[in-house]
């Protein structure tokens, strides 16, 4: 933690100071000051305390040298104990407690619970022991609320740990009960706390305070505040939920959309939200939130993600050469936790944007529980309609919906409508400080109307009915967690959850006719396509940390998946009707080796059952970290991974969904494999980080899913239209980040390719759809008193598309003629390249006693670059039109968020 | 445009979706368009145009074929196609040895650039017992529009023991324009004189006053059993980069059609009631 000095540094060392009498034989809260101070050193405001009214004060001078305060008149007669709240709340890395003999303790943020003595001064005297193991929670400051992912490092050493996903941590050989620990998480402050022998050591609780982005009125300024946060773990990189928030967006705070500004992470995909990593594709990384697989992330046509970042605690993305704990996809991995709620206040907060609405809530209940709310739902305002109107014409565009009448004839008017919601809940149960009981339960749906209603009588005859034309696509799921800490060493997490995800399109057209007899006739055309995922999950999963050079992680995983998928057409002719039913029945092992202090390797392997295939797929698995200096630190990770449930994408989206999700069986829809070599090296500075990754992929049983023909009439085996492919996917990540100050940010740059190889395509391996050659993003923010300026560009090469070689017409018997396109070989040609320059601002501002606001303004595409989605051709008079179609224009936006605390 | 219409034509699968390869021919711009459909009791005929190539600056109209060697082969023989006067790109056959027969095989090829371009051919036999549920069929023009299923449809039927591809196509035979529906438009009148069904593999097809029969008088209906490679050309043609799909075409080294086709012939009127 750096601190703005007001004053020199007059004293070299660190001293105690214990001073003061009991001159008067007066309870503490008896005590009331009377004084006043404005811009007072805080050390002669101490002073003051000590002397004229005899308090106890234990405090470290050196570091209270470096405040001033003013009591701006809050001080005339209150109580001692007010006085300090009123110190603590200015300065806010401070805290005190008051101790059994009423000495009261000032300092630094780091309070032990129980009673146990918070040391954030050194312990003068003699460590009583050496090479000791500590262990314990870290948790936020204010809300109570755990914090997973931390960084505890025995200060001046790289012997260091991570929380795990419940805060837990045990750190071993700490050289003495005397050691200074260092404590980091992303969006809080950075800070040193000392062992004492007089605390308990194996049940430590840290409260870490977050780094306020709001005005304090002390002089000193927060450094740690940083956005983004690369891992001691080898590709995994977070970012912080909290400062997303002041990153440049369309109407909405958007993890996946901040997660696209990361090396390695396509950031030109506008019509998705989805993680295009390392040349992976989005259904191929898992997104586990607290626990349970969400199978689409999408709202919105994927403009926006399906995640709440209000009820979202902690995010990480391993990016490749995953563990082994982690199953089922080949990609990549996001792990979100939820939020659990404040444990110690009733919090109530939303936002408002001009896309959506936005509430949550965090209601303790007693000591031990605590709930969590968050809603979101949006609503239609000129940035809706944009985003909708321009995917809604894609998306007709490519399902030539079919026509209801010929032109000439009467057209019924129709208005689409639409909107997403969702919905997040979080119940945390903690009986006791080694239990951890939750429930958690996440639902999302986009709704998409495009339907007509007929109502009208003709001569008596009474006609009804109407066109639907209806998208729908959502997710529920939840979890039940049981996680506890049975020892030091021992830490086990059982889960139960169901994940369901349904996408269901139905384009009919009914008519009801009644005539004057009464006599109905109800007819009913057009297609229905469902397709429904659930997945049942039980996980076993454990840790078991035998000392510091040996940390197991083991256990097991059982899924259960069924996915239907059903295509019916005129109400009776089933198309397809797909019943996968599937197992997988899952046992990891891991093991954290840690040598000579600067050698990190995991080895683990995975094994899976699938009855599906009746295989068992081995995954090996291993990482590698080498402290080569201090600041120099080399990576790299290998490991095999298989993927069973496949999202299919259609390649000709005649009127369907454009995707859905089948099981794989190694006969006509292939079993995901895809290898990960991953080398990198990393330079760290105090405040700056700057790192190269290198990362070669194999994959294989890719599929697609093409419907050359849109079956009518008869009964066919689907199964034909799935074609199989290879690739690779190679590429090397550079980023400079500047961690600290009111400016910080970073540069990426990625060169990369993706190839794919599938034969129905030709000899040769074509550029994937997503590839992208050189991709650079820029981003910074900037803080200035109570303003934030945020600031991103992105260049990427355009991506590949097929270009038509040339049209054709063909006269038909009856003497029509239908146009046609010769396509070249696939992905021949390249889009423009993309950029794009995002800017905002936002202003915080408190109200009242504890609440807090901020005004945001966000400028996406600030000049306005035209890049190209897709193009469309047609023949015409005797010659080819081309028409470029391009993603969103300059669009402004303005959200507003306020919170009780 | 009859784009539109075959828009809402959710076309027919193929069992074999195999694509042409005209790698062969080095320069992937200069490709032959064939068509031709070969019917018992008509002469061939074949036209042959250019594809127009996607280049800067764009195309000047279609280009035709002039002056090819344009072989049919049939039973081991191969006859030469005369150029038609006056229709450029179009070639006929005037030799009466070639007769199209149904069930018998036919192959096109000529060389194009220095390539052989072909495409073979079975032409399928007459439709069987084809027939209309009525031949007069009175309509109530105050009860038609969107949405009317207050009379009985016209019912084309035919055998199909082995689920062949049909299609049905409606000749409107007045000259006047005498609309059931007075909300159609009169300038579309060409347009919806000559109708086609999609292609079915069924044994019967109905028509309405919707679709088909959109004007009181008399109606030519013609059944055509087809082949696969026909219905290739029903495929849903996607225009848009974000999900290119190559046509199908059973043409070697060329683009289009060349098949065989066998129809019956109906007759009804439409009265008004």
């Not at chain 1, 129980?114 to 936020?140: A, C, H, Q, W, Y």
């Not at chain 1, 991995?333 to 809530?361: P, R, Y």
């Not at chain 1, 000709?652 to 969904?657: K, L």
């Not at chain 1, 859905?660 to 700056?688: C, M, N, Q, R």
Request: net charge negative; charged share 20%.
């Amino acid at each position: 933690m750096e601190i703005i000095k007001k004053r020199p540094r007059f004293f070299a060392g660190i001293i105690l100071i214990i001073i003061g009498q009991s001159l008067f034989a007066q309870s503490i809260n008896e005590i009331k000051i009377k004084e006043y101070y404005w811009g007072t050193p805080l050390n002669k405001v101490l002073n003051d305390f000590q002397k004229k009214y005899g308090l106890k004060i234990q405090y470290d001078s050196t570091v209270t040298s470096k405040y001033k305060f003013d009591d701006r008149g809050r001080f005339y007669g209150i109580t001692t104990e007010r006085a300090f709240k009123a110190i603590c709340k200015d300065i806010p890395e401070f805290s005190f407690h008051i101790d059994e003999n009423e000495v009261v303790h000032l300092g630094y943020n780091f309070i032990l619970e129980d009673k146990k003595e918070l040391m954030n001064r050194k312990f003068t005297g003699k460590p009583t022991k050496e090479n000791v193991t500590i262990s314990g929670v870290v948790k936020d400051k204010e809300s109570g609320e755990t914090l997973p992912f931390a960084s505890i490092v025995v200060r001046g050493t790289t012997n260091g740990t991570t929380t795990n996903v419940d805060g837990y941590f045990t750190l071993f050989k700490v050289p003495s009960d005397t050691s200074a620990i260092l404590i980091s998480y992303i969006g809080y402050r950075t800070g040193t706390f000392f062992l004492s022998p007089e605390i308990e050591l194996s049940d430590l609780t840290i409260k870490l305070k977050l780094n306020s982005t709001t005005l304090d009125e002390v002089v000193v300024v927060g450094e740690a505040d940083e956005l983004m946060e690369t891992s001691e773990r080898v590709s995994v990189v977070r970012m912080s939920p909290k400062k997303i928030a002041k990153l440049p967006n369309i109407g909405e705070t958007d993890i996946f959309r901040s997660f696209q500004l990361l090396p390695g992470i396509s950031g030109s995909n506008e019509s998705s939200s989805g993680l295009f990593v390392r040349g992976g594709t989005p259904d191929q990384n898992l997104i586990l939130y607290d626990g349970f697989t969400v199978y689409q992330v999408d709202h919105l046509f994927g403009m926006f993600s399906a995640f709440n970042s209000n009820a979202v605690k902690d995010v990480q993305l391993h990016k490749g050469g995953f563990e082994s704990k982690f199953g089922g996809r080949i990609s990549s991995v996001m792990e979100i936790t939820g939020k659990d709620g404040n444990e110690n206040n009733f919090n109530i907060g939303g936002e408002i944007g001009l896309l959506s609405g936005n509430v949550f809530t965090e209601i303790p209940i007693g000591k031990k529980v605590t709930v969590l709310l968050a809603g979101r739902r949006s609503w239609k305002s000129f940035i809706y309609n944009d985003i909708f109107d321009s995917f809604n014409e894609s998306n007709n565009q490519q399902n030539a919906a079919p026509a209801t009448g010929k032109a000439g004839r009467i057209q019924e008017s129709t208005t689409p409508s639409s909107y997403f919601y969702d919905l997040n809940a979080k119940i945390s149960y903690k009986p006791t400080n080694k239990d951890i009981i939750s429930y958690s339960f996440f639902n999302g749906l986009d709704d998409l109307d495009n339907s007509q209603e007929i109502s009208r009588t003709r001569n008596g005859v009474a006609i009804s009915g109407g066109i639907s034309d209806i998208t729908k696509w959502g997710n529920w799921g939840m979890s039940a967690v049981w996680s506890r800490k049975w020892n030091n060493m021992f830490y086990t997490k059982t889960l139960a959850s169901l994940s369901n995800y349904y996408s269901n399109r139905e384009m009919t057209n009914t008519r009801i006719s009644t005539n004057s007899a009464g006599e109905t006739t109800e007819r009913k055309r057009g297609s229905i396509e469902d397709n429904n995922l659930k997945d049942y999950t039980f996980k076993f999963d454990n840790e078991l940390k035998l000392n510091k050079a040996n940390q197991f992680e083991f256990g097991i995983q059982g899924t259960h998946y069924t996915i239907d998928y059903n295509y019916t057409l005129n109400d009776t002719i089933s198309i397809q009707e797909r019943n996968d039913n599937g197992n997988v029945l899952s046992a990891y092992l891991q093991d954290n080796i840690k040598l000579f202090d600067r050698l990190t390797f995991i080895p683990g392997i995975r094994a899976s059952y699938y009855d599906v295939t009746q295989r068992t797929y081995y995954e090996p698995r291993a990482s590698l970290s080498y402290q080569l200096t201090k600041r120099f630190k080399l990576n790299a990770a290998w490991g095999q991974y298989y993927q069973f449930a496949n999202r299919i994408i259609r390649n000709d989206i005649s009127s369907g969904s454009r995707d859905f999700w089948v099981l794989g069986d190694d006969v006509s829809v292939p079993i995901s494999y895809s290898e990960h070599f991953i080398a990198g090296a990393s330079y760290e500075t105090k405040g700056y980080l700057f790192s190269a990754e290198a990362y070669y992929k194999n994959l294989s049983g890719l599929s697609e899913y093409s419907l050359q023909f849109a079956p009518t009439f008869n009964n066919v085996d689907f199964d034909e239209f799935f074609y199989e492919g290879s690739g690779t996917a190679k590429g090397i990540e550079f980023l400079v980040q500047k961690k600290y100050g009111k400016y910080n940010g970073w540069a990426s740059y990625t060169i990369g390719e993706v190839l794919y190889d599938f034969p129905v395509y030709g000899e040769n391996p074509f550029y994937a759809n997503h590839d992208v050659t050189n991709e650079f993003k820029i981003v910074n923010t900037y803080k200035y008193k109570k303003f934030t300026f945020a600031g991103t560009w992105i260049f990427a090469t355009g991506k590949p598309y097929t270009e038509p070689l040339g049209g054709y017409s063909v006269t038909l018997l009856d003497g029509s003629t239908q146009d046609f396109l010769n396509i070249g070989e696939k992905n021949n040609a390249r889009y423009d390249d993309y950029h794009r320059l995002d800017l905002s601002v936002s202003y915080d501002f408190k109200f009242g006693q504890t609440s807090l606001g901020s005004i945001g303004f966000s400028v996406f595409n600030v000049y306005n670059r035209k890049n190209i989605w897709y193009k469309t051709f047609e023949v015409d008079e005797g010659d080819l039109i081309e028409t470029d179609v391009n993603h969103l224009g300059i669009t402004p936006s303005l959200t507003l968020s306020i919170k009780l605390r | 445009m009859m784009k539109n219409v075959f828009y809402l034509i959710i076309t027919v699968l193929v069992i074999s979706c195999t694509k042409e390869d005209i790698s062969t021919n080095n320069d992937t711009t200069d490709v032959p368009v064939v068509q031709s459909y070969l019917e018992p009791g008509n002469l061939i005929k074949v036209k042959l145009t250019k594809m127009l190539p996607f280049v800067e600056g764009g195309n000047s109209g279609i280009q035709t074929i002039d002056s090819a060697k344009v072989y049919i082969n049939h039973n081991g023989n191969d006859y030469l196609l005369s150029p038609i006067n006056n229709s450029r790109g179009e070639y006929e056959s005037l030799d009466t040895n070639l007769r199209i027969t149904p069930n018998d095989t036919y192959k096109i090829h000529f060389d194009y650039n220095g390539y052989e371009v072909s495409a073979i051919t079975v032409i399928p036999i007459k439709p069987v017992d084809a027939s209309l549920n009525t031949t007069v069929y009175y309509v109530d023009p105050d009860a038609t529009g969107p949405g009317s299923v207050t009379q009985e449809p016209i019912i084309v039927s035919w055998d199909n023991p082995d689920n062949s591809y049909y299609i049905v196509i409606v000749e409107y035979l007045e000259t006047s324009y005498n609309p059931i529906n007075e909300n159609l438009d009169e300038s579309q009148f060409d347009k919806y004189r000559n109708v086609s069904t999609d292609p079915i593999n069924d044994n019967s097809i109905n028509l309405t006053t919707r679709q088909q029969l959109m004007f009181f008088g008399h109606y030519r209906v013609i059944l055509y059993k087809i082949n696969e490679e026909y219905v290739n050309l029903y495929e849903n043609i996607s225009q848009s980069t974000l999900n290119m799909t190559e046509p199908l075409t059973n043409i070697d080294n060329g683009l289009g059609i060349f098949t065989g086709i066998n129809s019956d012939t109906l007759f009804l009127e439409v009265r008004e009631l």
